[in-house]
């Protein structure tokens, strides 16, 4: 028989252990459930709900059953099937809290974010009554605690953000999250797992290693058939377009380490996809901005030490349409407008802003080996913060961000040009784009090297190459481009042809060699030209373009296959204050007119291949005379293969008389003439010359009675007299002498012979001149 005492200390122990277990098991989740939860019930807006409590007082072990938030009109917020929490007993009298499980089933959320940035979920929690004034200067410190198991099963997330033009919406399913023996400690890593789905197929896994020390983390991210149309209202707040497709995948390893001895905060190992990118804007009306795909790979970004590096950048099957207004701006993609951008943005919000300014500097009161951290948060926005301002602020930016990309290859392109800014509007198509470049090392001084062909379409029609190198943060120091183009349709260029020159060209094709180099600001250049079969409309009424001769510079450059050959030369100083690429190239092609127009010989004389050209613009007479003088015939033979060579051109011989020279020589030629026909008539000279001299009037005999044979030729000489008439008559004849040669020897066309009126001077010349033959 038992002793009465041990009796009494057995019953005692079994009636505290019946208590214990029922305390354990329905004491526990009563309380739960009728003292915690309905606290909390009478404390928030909403309600929380709870199918089942249970408590295992021997394992130590609690399990929430079905839990639902809902709003105070009925919807649920949030809700899981099961939270299990185990917690090793012995633990509470040691320095570390060991729990043994920690796992929450099946957690769902629907999440819904207002326009003004208000979520439905600080509804459910927002309390009825004011909190009272907290201690701001209380805090949190994280418990040296061990977890031999954390798991997030079989999550799910229904998202709704209003704050944009369109709602967006997106089923995330199948969330899981997972730590082995995780552990506070801050020198512990803890390596985990985290995975998800959504209704879109798209899928995110990540996976590294998390140590408060405080809060560092490593690890690598894969993210695969991101819907990007998805995601357009997003992008809408920024700017003018839509997204209509496009898929991106994206893998990288990253580095969170900002209050690190050598702080890490960045990117490396990248590699991004994107396929059958679409971007809609309303520029036009059309869907312009494509990419086929798009591979970059090598890619690694360095938040602290500022640098980016790209292994390679692919573009293939990519079309874009570049516009230009009528101010001269160009525009990719229009902005969006700041009202609607800014309507339903949180950020104009009063009570965010308000938040904002109650919260510059961020501080969780959750501490962490000794560390609030919020200073991770602040470290890592004042290096975005700094990265945003180098980007932004090139006057005070000290340290720019290094880019080093090592290759890019475009392939497949495709480019709409539409120029505004003249009239007629320019638009070109560009096809079969293809182009490498690279490397492109910035802010160093380094070459970049490009070379880039492309097709005209559309519209106009030729081939265009470019090759050379540039210092792409200095283009300005030093640049060397050599441009070639095959066939390009020159109508298309209409809107620059009447900018520049007042007329519209109506047919031509060109083949050019151009070169550019630019030193320190200077630039110097050349461009060889073969234009075939140039034509240009009438002037363009009300056009602001100087009255340049172009028909005529083209009738003297056209040769007779309607091929025309140019050498342009081009200089510039762009650090001159007026400086414009523009008006440089448009000051280089009116010189080069102007030259053709007024010297056009010394143009004309590159149709000698020997070399031996036309050194003058005139023929140049014996004082009296009409007969081609010795030595012009060459001219006249050079002048007659001129003519040829152009069939363009009409020549306009211009004749001058000298008023002293030709009236002593006419008049001494018609003297020498009336002594020769009376010769002829049997007369010696003497006598012919008393004949002539009985024949004179009174007036215009010599003085006295017997004159001697010197005083009658005087006499005689001086009776002949010169008129106006008679040295314009001279003149026009020496133009009609070399013009019945051109056509008698040389075969020219008559109609291309013009003979201009006479005119005094100071020469005996016949100029010679050019104009556009009238047919």
């Not at 009494?8 to 505290?16: D, E, P, V, Y």
């Not at 090793?88 to 957690?107: A, E, G, H, N, W």
């Not at 590294?208 to 990007?228: A, F, N, Q, T, Y």
């Not at 001494?668 to 008539?681: K, R």
Request: glycine share 6%.
């Amino acid at each position: 028989m038992f002793e009465p005492w041990l009796k009494r200390i057995t019953i005692i122990s079994l009636s505290l252990l019946c208590l214990y277990v029922i305390g354990g098991f329905l004491g526990v989740p009563l309380a739960l459930r009728h003292i915690a939860l309905a606290k909390v019930n009478d404390k928030i807006n909403g309600n929380l709900e709870v199918e089942r409590f249970r408590f295992n007082p021997f394992t130590y072990e609690l399990k929430i059953e079905n839990f639902k938030g809902k709003t105070s009109e009925g919807q649920v917020v949030t809700s899981f099937a099961q939270f299990r929490f185990k917690l090793k007993l012995t633990s509470l009298f040691s320095d570390r809290y060991i729990v043994p499980l920690l796992i929450l089933d099946q957690p769902n959320c629907n999440l819904h974010i207002s326009q003004f940035g208000q979520t439905n979920l600080a509804t459910l929690f927002k309390s009825k009554k004011p909190s009272p004034t907290q201690n701001r200067d209380a805090s949190f410190t994280i418990p040296n605690l061990s977890i031999e198991q954390l798991e997030v099963r079989n999550a799910g997330l229904r998202l709704c953000i209003d704050t944009g033009d369109n709602s967006f919406k997106r089923d995330v399913k199948n969330i899981s999250f997972e730590v082995k023996d995780f552990n506070t400690d801050a020198s512990q890593d803890n390596p985990y797992r985290l995975s998800l789905s959504t209704n879109k197929d798209e899928q995110l896994e990540v996976t590294g290693s998390i140590r408060l020390d405080p809060l560092s983390s490593v690890g690598s991210v894969s993210l695969k058939s991101l819907k990007l149309a998805d995601f357009t209202t997003f992008l809408s707040m920024a700017i003018n377009a839509e997204v209509t497709s496009g898929n991106l995948n994206v893998f990288f390893d990253y580095l969170f380490r900002p209050l690190a001895k050598e702080p890490q905060l960045g990117i490396a190992q990248g590699e991004l996809s994107l396929e059958k990118f679409c971007l809609a804007t309303s520029v036009d009306n059309q869907a312009t901005h494509r990419i086929n795909a798009l591979h970059m790979d090598g890619f690694f970004f360095d938040l602290v030490g500022q640098s980016m590096h790209i292994d390679s950048l692919h573009i293939d099957g990519a079309s874009s349409l570049l516009v230009r207004d009528n101010k001269g701006e160009i525009t990719l993609i229009q902005k969006a407008n700041p009202q609607q951008a800014n309507h339903k943005s949180p950020i104009n919000h009063p009570e965010h802003n308000e938040k904002n300014k109650r919260h510059k500097h961020v501080q969780t009161r959750v501490i962490a080996a000794g560390k609030d951290i919020g200073e991770v948060i602040n470290k890592t926005i004042k290096l975005t913060q700094k990265l945003g301002r180098n980007n932004n602020d090139t006057t005070t930016n000290q340290n720019p961000i290094a880019i080093n990309l090592n290759e890019c290859v475009i392939s497949n392109g495709e480019f709409i040009i539409h120029d505004k800014s003249v009239q007629p509007a320019v638009k070109l198509g560009v096809k079969d784009i293809t182009m490498t470049m690279g490397p492109y090392i910035s802010p160093e001084e380094h070459p970049l090297e490009l070379n880039l062909a492309m097709t005209l379409a559309g519209n106009t029609s030729g081939s265009i190459q470019l090759k050379g190198s540039t210092l792409p943060a200095k283009p300005f120091k030093s640049t060397h481009l050599e441009l070639t183009a095959n066939n390009v349709s020159m109508p298309c260029f209409a809107g620059y042809s009447v900018a520049a020159l007042g007329y519209a060209p109506t047919d031509g094709g060109i083949k050019a060699q151009l070169e550019c180099h630019i030193n320190n600001g200077l630039i110097e250049g050349s461009s060889g030209l073969e234009i075939e079969q140039m034509q240009f409309g009438p002037r363009i009424q009300g056009s602001d373009a100087p009255h340049l001769p172009l028909k005529l510079a083209i009738a003297i450059l056209k040769d007779s296959n309607g091929m025309v050959t140019l050498d342009i030369p081009v200089s510039g100083d762009i650090n001159h204050p007026k400086f414009s690429y523009g008006n440089m190239v448009t000051y280089a092609i009116h010189n080069v007119i102007t030259k053709i127009a007024t010297a056009p010989l010394s143009v004309l004389s590159g149709i000698f291949p020997d070399g031996d050209g036309v050194e003058q613009d005139f023929i140049e007479f014996e004082a009296g005379q009409t007969s081609l003088p010795k030595g012009a015939a060459g001219m006249l033979t050079k002048l007659a293969k001129i003519m040829e060579a152009r069939p363009g051109l009409t020549a306009q011989l211009s004749p001058s008389f000298a008023l002293k020279e030709d009236t002593e020589a006419l008049g001494e030629l018609l003297f020498e003439q009336s002594i020769a026909a009376l010769i002829a008539e049997g007369e010696d000279r003497n006598s012919a010359i008393k004949k002539l001299h009985k024949s004179l009037s009174k007036k215009e005999r010599a003085p006295g009675f017997l004159p001697d044979h010197k005083e009658m030729e005087a006499a005689d000489r001086k009776s002949f007299h010169v008129t106006q008439a008679d040295l314009l008559k001279l003149a026009e004849d020496r133009a009609r002498t070399l013009r019945e040669l051109l056509i008698t020897q040389s075969g020219i066309n008559a109609s291309r012979i013009e003979i201009n009126a006479p005119a005094e001077s100071t020469s005996t010349r016949v100029r010679i001149a050019f104009d556009v033959a009238k047919n």
